[in-house]
C-alpha cells in the first residue's frame, strides 16, 4: 500500500470503491497514520484502511429501510471509532472529557461533521421497538426459502394464515413489541381463542393454526435477528377431539351415479377430465389440475401422468410419482391431452366441482366431497390387498420405514390399477 508524507505526518490516499459511492462524496480520501516513521505506518496502513472499509459499511447499512439494521449500523459505526454505542441521554451524563472525545473523533466531510457518524458516536441513532407487525413484514424476507418454488396461488395459501394469525393477536393484545409479549399476553389471545370455539361452533384445529403461525413468525424473526428473546409461546395448543375423515364414494355410487352416462355433461370439460382422471389415479385435486402436456404421457406402451413440480410445489418429497392411465381415467385424459390450463393456478376446482356435485344430488352424504374420490382410490386398494409399499407409492405418502430399491414398475403398477378400475 502506498504510502505518502506530507509534512511530518504519512498518510494513505486511495480511491474510494464505487460500492460506497452513495455515501462517501469524496473521489479520493486522505487517511492519516499518525506518524513520522515510516515503518510503524507501513504497520498501521492495513489496519487503517480496513478500518475505513468498515465504516463505509456501516454508513451503507445505515441507508437501510430496515429500522433495526439502521440501528445495528449505528452501533457498529460508533465501534469502529473505538465507543461503544451508548443513548444520547447517556452521553450526557458523561464526564465533559469523555464527551469531547467522542465529538473530536466525529470525521468531517468537505468542513462539516458527518451526521450519520455523529448520530452513531454521540448516541443519537433510534432503537426502534420491533413490534409484531413490523416482525411480520421481516418475516417475508427472512422466510423467503419457504416460498421457494411455489406458484402465485400456493403463496397466496401460504401467507394468508400467516397475515390471519398475526392480525388476530393484535386485534387482541396490541401491536406490542415483540420483546415485551408476556406469557399473560398469550393466554389471553388463547382464552380468546377458546372463547371462539365454545361459542361460534369452531374447532380448536383453527385454534391451533392461529398458534402455530403467529409462532412460527415470532421464533423465526427472532433467531434470524439474532434477538434472543425466551418467547412464550409453549404449552398454549388446545387439546383437538377426534378428527373428522372425509368419507369415500362406495364403489356402487361411483359407477351408477358418477359415471352415468353424460351425468356430468354440466360441468366444464377441464374440471370434469380432472375430476374423472381422480377416479382411477387417486391424486390430489391439485396435483391433477396442475398436469401440463409434458406430464400426460399417452403416447407410450403404459400411459401414465408425471406427478412432479409443475410451476408450482409439491405437497412433500413422496408426492413425486408416476401413475398408470386405465378405464375412465385414461379416457379422460385422452379428452385433455394439453392438461388444465384454466385450473393449473386457480384455486377454484374443488369449489367448482363440489356445487356441481351437490346442486346435482351426486354426492352420497354431505360429508362427501370431490376429494372422496381419493379415499375411494384407497380403499378400493386396501380391499384388492395391494402391498402398503405400492399403496403408498401411488398415494404420494410417505412409507413408515426406509425405502428400499425402485418400487413396483410401471407395467407392474398397470396391471394393478387395472385390476381395480371402474
Not at 441521554?89 to 457518524?117: F, H, N, Y
Request: include cysteine; hydrophobic fraction near 40%.
Amino acid at each position: 500500500m502506498k504510502l505518502t508524507l506530507r509534512n511530518t505526518t504519512y498518510y494513505i490516499r486511495k480511491r474510494v470503491p464505487q460500492r460506497f459511492a452513495a455515501v462517501e462524496p469524496r473521489q479520493t480520501v486522505w487517511i492519516s497514520l499518525h506518524t513520522d516513521s515510516e515503518s510503524l505506518a507501513k504497520t498501521k496502513a492495513s489496519a487503517a484502511w480496513a478500518e475505513m472499509i468498515e465504516a463505509w459499511e456501516a454508513r451503507l447499512a445505515g441507508h437501510s429501510g430496515d429500522a433495526e439494521q439502521r440501528f445495528e449500523a449505528a452501533r457498529q459505526l460508533a465501534q469502529t471509532r473505538g465507543f461503544r454505542y451508548i443513548p444520547a441521554k447517556t452521553i450526557a451524563t458523561l464526564p465533559t472529557d469523555a464527551v469531547l472525545d467522542r465529538v473530536e473523533a466525529i470525521r468531517s466531510v468537505e468542513g462539516r461533521p458527518d451526521k450519520m457518524e455523529a448520530a452513531a458516536i454521540l448516541g443519537g441513532a433510534q432503537d426502534q421497538p420491533l413490534t409484531v407487525q413490523r416482525a411480520l413484514d421481516l418475516y417475508w424476507t427472512l422466510a423467503k426459502d419457504k416460498t421457494f418454488g411455489k406458484s402465485e396461488d400456493q403463496l397466496r395459501r401460504w401467507k394468508n394464515p400467516r397475515l390471519k394469525a398475526v392480525r388476530n393477536f393484535i386485534d387482541i393484545v396490541g401491536d406490542k413489541a415483540v420483546k415485551d409479549i408476556t406469557g399473560d399476553d398469550m393466554l389471553d389471545f388463547r382464552q380468546w381463542w377458546l372463547e371462539r370455539v365454545e361459542t361460534e361452533g369452531l374447532t380448536p384445529n383453527s385454534a391451533n393454526k392461529d398458534l402455530v403461525h403467529l409462532s412460527d413468525v415470532l421464533k423465526t424473526v427472532n433467531k434470524m435477528k439474532r434477538l434472543g428473546l425466551v418467547l412464550p409461546l409453549s404449552d398454549l395448543a388446545l387439546q383437538e377431539g377426534e378428527k373428522r375423515q372425509r368419507p369415500p364414494f362406495s364403489n356402487d355410487w361411483i359407477k351408477e351415479k358418477l359415471l352415468k352416462p353424460r351425468v356430468l355433461d354440466g360441468l366444464n370439460k377441464e374440471a370434469r377430465c380432472i375430476l374423472l382422471g381422480m377416479v382411477n389415479t387417486g391424486y390430489r385435486p391439485s396435483e391433477g389440475a396442475g398436469l401440463g402436456p409434458a406430464q400426460i404421457r399417452l403416447d407410450t406402451a403404459v400411459p401414465h401422468i408425471s406427478i412432479e413440480p409443475n410451476g408450482r410445489q409439491l405437497k412433500s418429497e413422496y408426492a413425486r410419482r408416476i401413475i398408470p392411465l386405465v378405464g375412465v381415467s385414461l379416457r379422460a385424459f385422452q379428452e385433455c391431452p394439453e392438461g388444465f390450463p384454466r385450473y393449473a393456478d386457480n384455486p377454484s376446482l374443488s369449489a367448482t366441482v363440489n356445487k356441481f356435485l351437490r346442486e346435482n344430488k351426486l354426492l352420497e352424504t354431505a360429508g362427501h366431497s370431490m376429494y372422496s374420490l381419493r379415499h375411494a382410490f384407497e380403499d378400493r386398494m386396501l380391499a384388492a390387498g395391494v402391498d402398503d409399499r405400492i399403496r403408498r407409492d401411488l398415494f404420494g405418502h410417505r412409507l413408515d420405514r426406509e425405502r428400499y430399491g425402485r418400487g413396483a414398475s410401471l407395467e407392474h403398477l398397470h396391471r394393478i390399477v387395472q385390476s381395480l378400475a371402474f
